[in-house]
């Protein structure tokens, strides 16, 4: 026997052997290279929007959202630091400052009021940064503006917020309670929701949450919930023909 | 399509079949010869010549794993142009690499018969059921396939020592065999 035997015999072994042991293509090596340039680009652009204020420079706006620490806790908020305007959600509805101007006596008619537990921004403006604590007053025959007493170093200020129109800034979010909630996936069924979501409440008023799936406005609808943390909220949207839009929704950690 | 439609179009005298193969095969032809010749224009013709032979084999033959099929007519025909290159004093290292690597499980040289390769076929066929998988896959890509030790390192994700180490490991236990089998060679 020789080498050139040996070689030979090598060659006609059992087919198994040889398709078990197939090269692996240059063909599948560009693919594998392809694949490991995605997941770089990936890596490199999820770490660059996490960082938000990079992308200020070219004008793009990434919001930050924080919410109450406190489940039991009113409001929620969300701190937009590329908007320059500290936003504020009590009840299901979106309030941001009105402008620079602090009062430091409550105007007349403003005497409701509700305890603010937690307030979590960064006011850039005013020379005031940081978390809050304070309380909400309206004037129940103009709910169109709140104001939410800042006591800091002794001196009231009232700082007014407007009521604001969650439709137009703000896509795929979802105010309820004092919560932010991110829509994470949504789908269209003539079926009820599953049973283990358990009824929370309902809600008014939700945005333009869903354009471009044939349907977009605001609307009514019921919130489920499923957890005990509340981490997955399950939306119904009855719509005008009876049927029903339903969406998970999933509450947007800070 | 898949391997059974393939051979089903060269039984039909279909020339799609030259077409498919070289769709789904003409990387893995490509790379087998490339690795045996080193030589990218020796290496299409060979590619070139594995697919009119298939249609020459094809039938009578009907081959029930077709990529091996494939795989020893490119490999056959990469040799023999391989042997060709070798007369004419052209050095393919990585080729040469092998067939040294194999000498060594040569007993010996002096002999005045040629093994029948088909029962030497067999006894490897032993031989590589007797060893763990891996092993197996490295001496193929090896010696089948004529893969560097660089390549087959990467693709199995280990270091090049290590596959130095197992296939030396792998040719020692192969002659102890061929010697244990009485192929005096």
């Known amino acids: 026997m020789t080498v050139e035997n040996l070689v030979n015999a090598i060659g006609i072994v059992d087919e198994k052997y040889i398709e078990e042991a197939a090269v692996i293509t240059r063909k599948r090596f560009l693919w594998v290279k392809i694949a490991y340039l995605s997941a770089c680009f990936v890596i490199i652009f999820s770490v660059l929007f996490s960082i938000p204020e990079l992308f200020k420079i070219v004008g793009i706006n990434i919001s930050s959202t924080a919410q109450s620490t406190d489940n039991n806790a009113i409001p929620g908020l969300i ?30 008619g403003y005497t409701e009021k509700s305890e603010l537990i937690y307030v979590d921004y960064s006011l850039i403006r005013d020379n005031f940064e940081g978390n809050m ?19 800091k170093s002794d001196v009231v200020r009232y700082i007014p917020y407007k009521i604001r129109e969650i439709s137009s800034d703000i896509p795929n979010h979802f105010f309820y ?9 949504m789908w269209y069924t003539g079926n009820m929701r599953p049973e283990e979501f358990k009824f929370l409440g309902s809600i008014k008023n939700v945005g333009n949450v869903f354009s471009g799936i044939d349907f977009e406005g605001n609307f009514e609808g019921n919130v489920y919930v499923y957890g005990e943390n509340y981490d997955i909220v399950y939306h119904e949207i009855r719509l005008a023909d009876g049927s029903y839009m339903y969406s998970v929704l999933k509450e947007r950690k800070k | ?17 030259i077409l498919e ?23 299409e013709e060979c590619v070139n010549d594995t697919y009119l032979k298939l249609w020459n084999a094809i039938p ?24 060709i290159k070798k007369r004419e004093k052209a050095v393919i290292m ?28 067999e006894i490897l066929n032993v031989f590589l059921a007797s060893i763990p998988l891996e092993s197996r896959k490295i001496f193929m890509r090896r010696y089948f396939y004529f893969d560097s030790v660089k390549k087959i390192a990467l693709d199995f994700g280990i270091s090049e020592s290590k596959v130095k180490v197992t296939m030396h ?17």
């Not at chain 1, 309670?177 to 996936?185: L, R």
């Not at chain 2, 029930?64 to 042997?83: E, G, I, P, Q, W």
């Not at chain 2, 792998?170 to 060679?185: K, N, P």
């Open chain 1, 79 to 108: 701190s937009s630091p590329m908007m320059r305007q500290p936003m504020f959600f009590y009840k299901g509805s979106a309030y941001w400052s009105d402008n620079d101007t602090c009062l430091y006596n409550l105007p007349e």
């Open chain 1, 133 to 151: 604590k304070g309380e909400v007053y309206w004037n129940p025959n103009d709910l169109s503006v709140m104001y939410i007493a800042e006591n």
């Open chain 1, 177 to 185: 309670d004092g919560k932010v909630y991110v829509i994470t996936s």
């Open chain 2, 1 to 17: 399509m898949n391997d059974i439609e393939i051979v089903n179009l060269y039984w039909a005298r279909d020339e799609n079949a």
């Open chain 2, 21 to 43: 193969t070289d769709k789904k095969y003409g990387e893995y032809c490509h790379c087998i010869a490339q690795n045996i010749l080193a030589n990218k224009q020796d290496s």
């Open chain 2, 60 to 83: 009578p033959n009907r081959p029930n794993k077709f990529k091996a099929f494939v795989a020893t007519v490119v490999r056959n025909l990469s040799l023999d142009m391989y042997r």
């Open chain 2, 94 to 121: 990585e080729s040469e690499k092998v067939f040294l690597e194999l000498s060594g499980c040569v007993p010996s040289q002096n002999l005045d018969s040629v093994a029948d390769e088909i029962a030497l076929a």
């Open chain 2, 169 to 185: 490991r792998l040719r020692a236990r192969l002659r102890d065999l061929l010697e244990r089998e009485g192929v005096i060679l």
